[in-house]
């Protein structure tokens, strides 16, 4: 028999957001393939995201949302969704690039999220 193997899904992090669209944003993805759940930043020159990394020095040093659904952008460009404002998470069930090494880019992370109206509860 075949087993099938879930991957995360915003109910493994995503607690609330607002009603209709007001917490979501579409985004054009680079890069990579990613999860749901992947903390993401936005490079400044192509204005596309990919994994917040905090060592980088193209703009995804800078946290700017969560993507909500996988997405598949390491062939091509790919467009996703990002939770970007008014919503609360569970930290536990995000998952975070290469990048992130530390408890303490972790917490950065959080703080940033924050930043944008986005809650760890």
Not at 7 to 15: S, Y
Not at 70 to 77: E, G, S
Not at 83 to 94: E, F, K, N, P, V
Request: charged letters at 15%; one cysteine or more.
């Amino acid at each position: 028999m075949t087993t099938y193997t879930e991957g995360k899904t915003p109910g493994d992090w995503l607690i609330y957001e607002a009603a209709g669209t007001y917490s979501r944003s579409a985004c054009t993805v680079a890069g990579g393939d990613y999860g749901s759940g992947t903390v993401m930043g936005q490079v400044t020159a192509t204005k596309k995201f990919k994994d917040w990394d905090p060592t980088a020095n193209d703009g995804s040093e800078t946290v700017a949302g969560i993507l909500l659904n996988p997405v598949k952008a390491a062939a091509a460009d790919a467009t996703g969704v990002v939770i970007d404002t008014h919503a609360q998470i569970s930290r536990l069930g995000l998952s975070f690039g290469a990048g992130v090494t530390t408890s303490g880019h972790r917490d950065t992370a959080i703080t940033q999220l924050r930043a944008l109206g986005i809650k760890n509860v």
